[in-house]
């Protein structure tokens, strides 16, 4: 998304040039707002670039970065834009909580400015300064048209001019930058999510760190049955989901042995709710070895054969852990369209072979009681393959590197 941000130049020795961030869910948060406002300058410090603040302070209903004096606005509104949990943001100026000085830097920023309309909007948080929101829009805004003489619009005007006098001294600044909104990834304690290299699940993920669920990733392939693509789109997808979520764990878990399994001795109706089912049992291994408190899917409501309510309901009787499904309301559309945003969806559309995709029966039966899969499961010999399965999973780590603005490759580990 590219971003236009109003220059700041021959700055005053009075001022300092500062980011302004704004939340919204926290605000409600009550006595844990605190505990959320600081995972969210946690995340913050991640996301944003070495050397671009100076420091970071969290006052109620905002926190204000202190930018060096070299900053490039450029280093700063890409990563901020991907931290949950902040609703907008501001590059501005920080002045003494002094009419004069307020006035004089309301002045610089508009003048750079081309525009027919302003207005001033005013919040005193501070309540202890003695000039009211509304007397400070009336004495500042005569200010700004004795200065340029532009038409005063307080409903649509081509810019308005924010200042919030808060403890620490006079925050002004002429732009507000959407955030990602939600909540601060951390807070929400820790999930699995089953990825696979499509549309779906990746956007699932996404929804869930926008509650502050920190994921685990698990991707099911059947190699060497399969090519490797899936595995390797499944790693560039959470590259770009790390972006949000700083340090990121992938499980790559080998399956095509328990399909063979199912495929030589259950009804080919029911095999891909019996891959479901054991899927679900090795996510959950891992979960449970991760200290996770739930399982997240990629699953809607009747988009394919398996995901029926009653083939829902029979796949996941055996699970312990409850299972989430963010995108189970929603249709083929919207979920398309939030991977062009979240930037997956390119890399989902990429040719690659799945597990789903191996062994199906092209009929698979659409309302199965769970009974059934419970007897085809007796005839399961699965022990051995699912210790196997383990043995052979490959770990691997990927973190956010605030420096390069890109997420790199930690490390990798056999017989997690």
């Not at 909007?121 to 509304?134: E, N």
């Not at 990746?202 to 392939?221: N, T």
């Not at 878990?253 to 891959?275: C, G, N, T, W």
């Not at 040719?351 to 059934?372: G, I, M, Q, W």
Request: with cysteine; proline share 3%.
């Amino acid at each position: 998304m590219s971003v236009a941000i109003h220059s700041f130049i021959k700055t005053p020795q009075v001022m300092k040039h500062i980011i302004v961030v704004h939340y919204a869910e926290i605000a409600i948060k009550g006595n844990n707002r605190k505990y959320f406002e600081k995972q969210l300058v946690t995340n913050i410090k991640r996301a944003l670039p070495s050397g671009v603040y100076s420091q970071i302070r969290r006052l109620r209903g905002r926190i204000v970065i202190f930018l060096n004096s070299d900053f490039d606005a450029a280093n700063f509104v890409k990563p901020l834009q991907s931290v949950f949990g902040v609703s907008h943001f501001s590059l501005g100026c920080i002045v003494e909580k002094q009419l004069s000085l307020i006035n004089d830097e309301a002045w610089r920023q508009i003048s750079q400015i081309k525009f027919d309309s302003f207005c001033v909007r005013t919040k005193r948080a501070y309540k202890q300064f003695s000039i009211t929101s509304v007397e400070m829009n009336r004495q500042v805004g005569s200010h700004l048209f004795d200065k340029c003489a532009k038409r005063v619009d307080l409903s649509t005007p081509d810019v308005t001019v924010y200042i919030e006098i808060v403890e620490l001294g006079a925050l002004i600044y002429t732009q507000k930058i959407s955030g990602a909104k939600g909540m601060p990834v951390g807070v929400s304690e820790r999930a699995v999510s089953l990825l696979s290299s499509g549309i779906d699940s990746p956007v699932a993920s996404y929804l869930m760190l926008k509650r502050g669920i920190d994921l685990i990733y698990v991707h099911f392939h059947s190699q060497p049955y399969t090519n490797i693509a899936s595995q390797e789109n499944t790693e560039r997808i959470v590259k770009v989901l790390a972006q949000s979520q700083y340090y990121s764990k992938i499980y790559f878990v080998p399956f095509v042995d328990i399909q063979k399994e199912i495929m030589a001795h259950a009804s080919a109706e029911l095999r891909v709710l019996l891959y479901r089912r054991y899927m679900i049992r090795l996510a959950e291994q891992i979960g449970i070895k991760e200290r996770c408190r739930v399982l997240v899917t990629g699953e809607s409501v009747g988009q394919v054969a398996s995901q029926t309510l009653s083939n829902i309901q029979a796949v996941s009787q055996i699970a312990r852990l409850p299972i989430l499904r963010p995108l189970c309301g929603a249709d083929k559309e919207e979920i398309v369209q939030q991977a062009r945003k979240i930037g997956t969806y390119e890399i989902s559309t990429e040719p690659y072979e799945d597990c789903c995709s191996l062994f199906v029966p092209d009929n698979p039966a659409t309302k199965v009681h769970p009974d059934r899969l419970n007897s085809a499961e007796r005839n399961l010999d699965m022990e051995a393959l699912l210790t196997a399965a383990f043995e052979q999973t490959v770990f691997k780590e990927i973190r956010y590197s605030r420096d390069r603005g890109e997420s790199i490759f930690l490390s990798e580990e056999v017989g997690k």
